[in-house]
């Protein structure tokens, strides 16, 4: 399912400090992009949208999801899917168990979950890795077997936290491009969170700082 993702008013305060202040509209396909210095709150306004936020913070305003109001959902009903840098595979499951453990308990029968799975590997260039330990995977492939597992839950929405930033230059283009496409094909509204100039220049949106400030490239 996919849908717009409209942060109305949200606004974080820390004391009566603002950290976050967005009033913005993220449309399926889209990617908007944080940009700021370390500590200005990029970490926050994500914590804030997966509903994980500390309780340090004041939260104002609403957040809605596909149409929903998640404002006061707990994390695992909000539909919202996060990739950050440190992505790790559970090191004790193979490739396709991490992907299967992904999927939503709502998909039963082993044949419907195996085939959402051997989809996922296909659409990753990595047909025939179900089996493989996630330890003998090259960087690349282990970046595109986390983005799929984060995809297998079927968010609504994508949160991604520097998920390039451990990736070498070449590999990170690559990798940023088929992160890119997978959010368009599937039509997530996506958040980018990157200190990376050429990541916000790639994803295409508009980008802002966490007090909803216009960022120039
Ligand atoms: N759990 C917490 N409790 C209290 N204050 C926090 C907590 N997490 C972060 N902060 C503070 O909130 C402010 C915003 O932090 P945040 O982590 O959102 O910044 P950031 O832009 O993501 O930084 P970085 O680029 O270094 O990851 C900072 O002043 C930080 O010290």
Known sequence: MSGALI??????????????????????GEVLT???????????????ILGTLAPAFRQQG??????????????HQRRVGLL?????????LSVGANLAFALPPTIKGRAARRALVDAALDQAELSGFAS?????????????VALMRTLLAQPCALLL??????????????????VLSRIRQKGLAAILVTHDAEDA???????????????TL
């Not at 950050?84 to 004790?92: A, E, I, K, N, T």
């Not at 493989?132 to 595109?144: F, I, M, N, W």
């Not at 220049?201 to 960022?215: E, M, R, T, Y």
């Open 7 to 28: 942060l109305q008013d949200l606004r974080i305060d820390q004391g009566t400090t603002p950290v976050v202040a967005l009033n913005q509209s993220v449309a399926p």
């Open 84 to 92: 950050f840098q440190d992505d790790v595979l559970f090191p004790h």
């Open 201 to 215: 220049h790639a994803a295409g949106g508009p980008v802002i700082s966490p007090l909803g400030q216009p960022v």
């Open 161 to 178: 936290d520097e998920p390039f930033s451990r990736l070498d230059a070449s590999l990170r283009s690559q990798i940023r491009s088929f």
């Open 34 to 48: 944080i940009m700021g210095p370390s500590g200005s709150g990029k970490s926050t306004a994500l914590s804030a």
């Open 132 to 144: 493989r330990d996630p330890a003998t995977l090259s960087g690349g492939q282990r970046a595109r």
């Open 62 to 75: 609403r957040i809605i999801l596909a149409g929903r109001d998640i404002t006061a959902l707990p994390p």
